[in-house]
């Protein structure tokens, strides 16, 4: 069983920085591919950013210039880095886990508890 906590949210003004951290513990971290979601009141949880167990990235369009996700296999930890941050980048920020096993057929996941990052003036 794989728990991930997350840390690092809080309040911002617009252009400001926060890194959100995600410690996993419970599992053989590095053979995981980890993800950050978000989710604004009333919108779909939506893709950020995701890393594979092997450190390949992905970012969604719009967040690639201002977002980087990284992982400390060592630290067992996943984070991500935002700057510029907007209003509308307001939302819940959920640090997602996910491992295939069994040629493929199998698979678990586990979801954070989410942090709550609010970027206004």
């Known amino acids: 069983q794989v728990q991930l906590v997350e840390s690092g949210g809080g309040l911002v003004q617009p252009g400001g920085s926060l890194r959100l951290s995600c410690a996993a513990s419970?599992?053989?971290?590095?053979?995981?591919?980890m993800a950050w979601y978000r989710q604004a009141p009333g919108k779909e949880r939506e893709l950020v950013a995701s890393?594979?167990?092997?450190?390949?990235?992905n970012y969604a369009v719009s967040m690639k210039a201002r977002f980087t996700i990284s992982r400390d296999n060592v630290k067992n930890t996943v984070y991500l880095q935002m700057n510029s941050l907007k209003p509308e980048d307001t939302a819940v920020y959920y640090c997602?886990?996910?491992?295939?096993?069994?040629?493929?057929?199998?698979?678990?996941?586990?979801w954070g508890q989410g942090t709550q990052v609010t970027v206004s003036s």
């Open positions: 890393i594979t167990s092997d450190g390949s990235t």
């Open positions: 419970g599992g053989i971290f590095s053979i995981y591919d």
């Open positions: 997602y886990a996910v491992r295939y096993y069994r040629g493929g057929i199998y698979s678990d996941d586990y």
